[in-house]
């Protein structure tokens, strides 16, 4: 557990870990976008396919073949996860922080209850 002193530092450098796989999600995005408008466009100088169906089939089998394409959409699952798991981290160190200072108040009250009952008592 961490000292109450440590949590804001662990939730800004989590918050920043967070925001940095933004960051990577929407490039990511960007590539995975102009491999689709690529595919796009091969689709539709296609004049053989007669129909948005065979369209739509022609493209997810171009997207298939292109390894780069896999391999963003992988990356792409990859980084979804982690930032995921990024929020829960956050989360939860939100609430230690919580729980952190809640103790600290409870001792302090505990030992001013303390004084005021020895106060009361005469010593």
């Known amino acids: 557990m961490l000292k109450l002193s440590d949590y804001p530092v ?3 450098r989590t918050n920043q870990a967070i925001a940095e796989l933004d960051y990577e999600l929407s490039a990511l995005r960007q590539v995975i976008s102009a491999f689709e408008a690529k595919a796009d466009l091969i689709v539709g100088s296609d ?3 007669k129909n ?3 369209r739509k089939a022609r493209k997810f089998e171009l997207l298939q073949i292109n390894q780069e ?3 963003a959409q992988e990356l792409s699952a990859k980084l979804t996860t982690e930032k995921t798991n ?3 981290h956050l989360e939860y160190l939100r609430n230690q922080f919580s729980v952190a200072k809640l103790e600290a108040k409870l ?3 505990q030992q001013l209850s303390g004084l005021e009952t020895r106060e009361f008592a005469g010593f």
């Open 10 to 12: 662990a939730i800004a």
């Open 47 to 49: 004049f053989h396919l």
């Open 52 to 54: 948005d169906t065979q």
């Open 69 to 71: 394409y896999q391999k």
């Open 86 to 88: 990024a929020i829960g």
């Open 107 to 109: 001792i302090i009250a």
